[in-house]
């Protein structure tokens, strides 16, 4: 069971990216069977399939490839024997037995059956197949496409485990559900590499150095079991899949949600961070309001925020100042060009328009609705999301997160900042409580704790979030002492902070509130010079002494020395070509191609938008295609809802309760 070539490692070949690889199988490889006659077939799904589907293909490109109907395989369905039928199914007992019922009996609900796997199918699955003779003689095609996995965007995706956090630090006795949660995620993780024939050197987060009397927890092996059961896998591909890498293409780094617990709490800045943030969104469906047909009122509109929308694609990295000073020089230039928008602005009537003039106002009209539509959207989300800033007081707040972070604030400027700030919802005072609880956790634990709970006013489902950071293990800080002379005194030991993060070597902060980053960013830039400790990062298989050398950029930039400029709220400039200068599509218009071996990187227990952000920047500085992956994306909301649900089930001592 193999697949045809449909795309190239990142080893050689034509350059094609993670998405373009995954939407071409898909409606190539799949939709288009090569022993098919027929011109118009039903495509049968399960609740996963569609999913991956949907994330990387339009409904238009399904007909296109002559699909006609999109069927539910667990749904009552009606018979069309005249037509042929695409499975595209998991591998279960369930969706094996009904597809064989479909296909059996004195009438079939389909002509003929071409069946796709989106994983590996076990032995005892096609002996079940292959002993139904019925079933068998209306088969088409019986393949593995090994693609189980839902692309967030061209350089994310997920394994859709949206339960993968609780299952793997929610109850240390049950390993029975953690083990297959890990087992499904491999096997998930695993698909991926097979689409783009990537055969990775897998890197992992050891487990941390415990004295000898200490016995390793289940949580500390997460990445180590998760590594071997994709490194199983990847074992079988090599002997199974025709054309499958035999020698290592490229870098697969193993993480889970421990490595960085502030990220998923923190205030993010971008545009892409905010949105998911502040306003109500379904994954990437956002609601809102535009004026109805009548013009009376007004109606609601759901639109994706995805890579369709070119506005979109350029500002969501951008921090919302930036976002909001692009957006609005955007629609002043839009205005002063197109001509429908400066007849419309200029007559207060129509009935003052010659006709002449009215020509070209319906010649406009078309492209002026749809861009003034997209244009509107984006100025009315960034309006909401600088009014929502304004209104619970979240410069403050941010600025405060952030120092607490980089080590330049402590214990009494959160008290000062609680006692003054009365503005500021429950929400964001439990990320702050828990901002400070992993920075300063002795600061936090007892009487003290207690007094600083009850000043952020948290309910008893905000304390045992709080406490349930520790599920995720300790946040790395350092010392950072607050003396400035050469010769540190004995009592500048009572002065001393704690930081989370160091400022980046050779970066700039342009704008307020953007010095934070994730942890993430810090680990694939090691990866990349062969800088990541061996001791703390694992190999599976152990890479050769040239391979760093050869997968770095030749033209690497020298290391530029910290500028403390004070960032600003400041207008950005329109380059030459009529992009921003930092503008995403900018830089695509210019031709780069990406080059060197693809990084993945996979967090288990839900990545960030932050995290997305690096992996986007990260690539265009590296010259390497960054991928990330992981079991969910995660919003701040939804992470404190998993933290408060879960329950640490095991014995603890007295000194552990926080009273």
Same mark, same amino acid.
């Given at each position: 069971?193999?697949?045809?070539?449909?795309?190239?490692?990142?080893?050689?070949?034509?350059?094609?990216?993670?998405?373009?690889?995954?939407?071409?199988?898909?409606?190539?490889? $799949?939709?288009? !069977?090569?022993?098919?006659?027929?011109?118009?077939?039903?495509?049968?799904?399960?609740?996963?399939?569609?999913?991956? &589907?949907? *994330?990387?293909?339009?409904?238009?490109?399904?007909?296109?490839?002559?699909?006609?109907?999109?069927?539910?395989?667990?749904? !009552?369905?009606?018979?069309?024997?005249?037509?042929?039928?695409?499975?595209?199914?998991?591998?279960?007992?369930?969706?094996?037995?009904?597809?064989?019922?479909?296909?059996?009996?004195?009438?079939?609900?389909?002509?003929?059956?071409?069946?796709?796997?989106? *994983?590996?199918?076990?032995?005892?699955? =096609?002996?079940?197949?292959?002993?139904?003779?019925?079933?068998?003689?209306?088969?088409?095609?019986?393949?593995?496409?090994?693609?189980?996995?839902?692309? $967030?965007?061209?350089?994310?995706?997920?394994?859709?485990?949206?339960?993968?956090?609780?299952?793997?630090?929610?109850?240390?006795?049950?390993?029975?559900?953690?083990?297959?949660?890990?087992?499904?995620?491999?096997?998930?993780?695993?698909?991926?590499?097979?689409?783009?024939?990537?055969?990775?050197? =897998?890197?992992?987060?050891?487990?941390?150095?415990?004295?000898?009397?200490?016995?390793?927890?289940?949580?500390?092996?997460?990445?180590?079991?998760?590594?071997?059961?994709?490194?199983?896998?990847?074992?079988?591909?090599?002997?199974?899949?025709?054309?499958?890498?035999?020698?290592?293409?490229?870098?697969?780094?193993?993480?889970? %949600?421990?490595?960085?617990?502030?990220?998923?709490?923190?205030?993010?800045?971008?545009?892409?961070? $905010?949105?998911?943030?502040?306003?109500?969104?379904?994954?990437?469906?956002?609601?809102?309001?535009?004026? *109805?047909?009548?013009?009376?009122?007004?109606?609601?509109?759901?639109?994706?925020?995805?890579?369709?929308?070119?506005?979109?694609?350029?500002?969501?990295?951008?921090?919302?100042?930036?976002?909001?000073?692009?957006?609005?020089?955007?629609?002043?230039?839009?205005?002063?060009?197109?001509?429908?928008?400066?007849?419309?602005?200029?007559?207060?009537?129509?009935?003052?328009?010659?006709?002449?003039?009215?020509?070209?106002?319906?010649?406009? &009209?078309?492209?002026?609705?749809?861009?003034?539509?997209?244009?509107?959207?984006?100025?009315?989300?960034?309006?909401?999301?600088? %009014?929502?800033?304004?209104?619970?007081?979240?410069?403050?707040?941010?600025?405060?997160?952030?120092?607490?972070?980089?080590?330049?604030?402590?214990?009494?400027?959160?008290?000062?900042?609680?006692?003054?700030?009365?503005?500021?919802?429950?929400?964001?005072?439990?990320?702050?409580?828990?901002?400070?609880?992993?920075?300063?956790?002795?600061?936090?634990?007892?009487?003290?704790?207690?007094?600083?709970?009850?000043?952020?006013?948290?309910?008893?489902?905000?304390?045992?979030? =709080?406490?349930?950071?520790?599920?995720?293990?300790?946040?790395?800080?350092?010392?950072?002492?607050?003396?400035?002379?050469?010769?540190?005194?004995?009592?500048?030991? &009572?002065?001393?902070? %704690?930081?989370?993060?160091?400022?980046?070597?050779?970066?700039?902060?342009?704008? $307020?509130?953007?010095?934070?980053?994730?942890?993430?960013?810090?680990?694939?830039?090691?990866?990349?010079?062969?800088?990541?400790?061996?001791?703390?990062?694992?190999?599976?298989?152990?890479?050769?002494?040239?391979?760093?050398?050869?997968?770095? *950029?030749?033209?690497?930039?020298?290391?530029?020395?910290?500028? %403390?400029?004070?960032?600003?709220?400041?207008?950005?400039?329109?380059?030459?070509?009529?992009?921003?200068?930092?503008? =995403? &599509?900018?830089?695509?218009?210019?031709?780069?191609?990406?080059?060197?071996?693809?990084?993945?990187?996979?967090?288990?227990?839900?990545?960030?938008?932050?995290?997305?952000?690096?992996?986007?920047?990260?690539?265009?500085?590296?010259?390497?295609?960054?991928?990330?992956?992981?079991?969910?994306?995660?919003?701040?909301?939804?992470?404190?809802?998993?933290?408060?649900?879960?329950?640490?089930?095991?014995?603890?001592?007295?000194?552990?309760?926080?009273?």
């Amino acid at each position: 069971m193999s697949f045809s070539d449909s795309g190239s490692s990142s080893n050689g070949g034509d350059y094609k990216t993670f998405r373009q690889i995954t939407r071409e199988r898909l409606l190539y490889e $799949m939709l288009r !069977p090569e022993s098919s006659k027929s011109t118009w077939k039903v495509l049968v799904v399960d609740n996963l399939t569609v999913k991956i &589907l949907s *994330s990387a293909c339009k409904m238009s490109e399904f007909t296109q490839q002559g699909i006609s109907l999109v069927e539910i395989i667990t749904k !009552p369905r009606q018979p069309m024997t005249s037509m042929e039928a695409i499975y595209f199914i998991q591998p279960t007992e369930a969706n094996v037995n009904a597809f064989l019922s479909d296909m059996t009996g004195q009438s079939p609900l389909y002509k003929k059956a071409f069946v796709f796997f989106s *994983s590996p199918v076990s032995r005892s699955l =096609v002996t079940l197949i292959r002993k139904d003779t019925r079933a068998m003689k209306r088969i088409g095609a019986l393949k593995e496409m090994n693609l189980e996995y839902i692309s $967030m965007d061209s350089q994310g995706f997920i394994t859709s485990n949206e339960n993968a956090l609780e299952d793997l630090y929610n109850d240390e006795e049950n390993h029975q559900r953690a083990d297959a949660c890990l087992n499904v995620v491999a096997k998930r993780i695993a698909t991926v590499l097979a689409s783009l024939k990537e055969y990775p050197f =897998v890197r992992y987060r050891g487990a941390k150095g415990l004295d000898a009397t200490t016995m390793t927890t289940y949580r500390e092996l997460i990445p180590t079991k998760l590594a071997a059961s994709v490194w199983n896998c990847l074992t079988k591909y090599k002997q199974t899949i025709e054309d499958f890498p035999q020698t290592e293409t490229c870098e697969l780094l193993i993480l889970d %949600r421990s490595i960085d617990q502030i990220a998923p709490i923190i205030h993010e800045w971008t545009y892409d961070a $905010m949105c998911h943030d502040l306003l109500k969104m379904e994954g990437n469906k956002y609601t809102h309001e535009v004026p *109805s047909k009548t013009g009376d009122n007004t109606e609601k509109k759901d639109v994706l925020l995805d890579e369709e929308d070119p506005i979109w694609v350029e500002l969501r990295d951008a921090h919302i100042a930036d976002a909001s000073e692009r957006l609005h020089e955007k629609m002043t230039n839009f205005v002063s060009k197109n001509k429908a928008a400066q007849l419309k602005q200029s007559s207060k009537d129509f009935g003052d328009l010659s006709s002449k003039d009215l020509q070209k106002m319906v010649h406009a &009209l078309p492209q002026y609705s749809e861009q003034i539509d997209k244009l509107s959207l984006h100025v009315d989300i960034a309006r909401t999301i600088n %009014r929502t800033i304004m209104e619970q007081g979240l410069r403050e707040l941010g600025q405060l997160e952030q120092d607490l972070v980089f080590g330049d604030a402590g214990r009494k400027d959160v008290i000062k900042f609680l006692s003054t700030n009365n503005d500021i919802n429950k929400e964001s005072k439990l990320r702050l409580m828990m901002i400070f609880a992993e920075i300063y956790p002795k600061k936090f634990a007892g009487e003290k704790g207690r007094k600083m709970m009850e000043l952020a006013e948290l309910t008893g489902d905000d304390v045992v979030a =709080v406490n349930n950071l520790r599920l995720l293990g300790p946040v790395h800080t350092e010392c950072k002492s607050s003396t400035t002379g050469s010769f540190p005194l004995k009592f500048d030991v &009572l002065k001393t902070k %704690r930081a989370a993060r160091r400022d980046r070597v050779g970066e700039t902060q342009t704008w $307020m509130l953007s010095r934070f980053y994730p942890i993430v960013e810090e680990l694939v830039e090691k990866l990349n010079k062969g800088h990541l400790p061996k001791q703390d990062y694992p190999c599976m298989n152990e890479p050769r002494p040239t391979f760093y050398s050869s997968s770095q *950029s030749p033209s690497a930039s020298p290391v530029l020395p910290h500028s %403390r400029r004070t960032p600003s709220w400041a207008r950005r400039h329109l380059s030459d070509d009529g992009y921003f200068s930092d503008s =995403v &599509l900018g830089r695509a218009s210019s031709g780069i191609k990406k080059k060197g071996q693809r990084i993945f990187v996979f967090i288990v227990g839900g990545a960030t938008r932050s995290e997305l952000r690096a992996c986007h920047k990260l690539t265009e500085k590296l010259d390497r295609e960054i991928i990330l992956g992981s079991s969910s994306f995660l919003d701040p909301h939804t992470f404190l809802t998993k933290m408060k649900q879960m329950n640490e089930e095991e014995e603890i001592s007295l000194d552990d309760i926080d009273i």
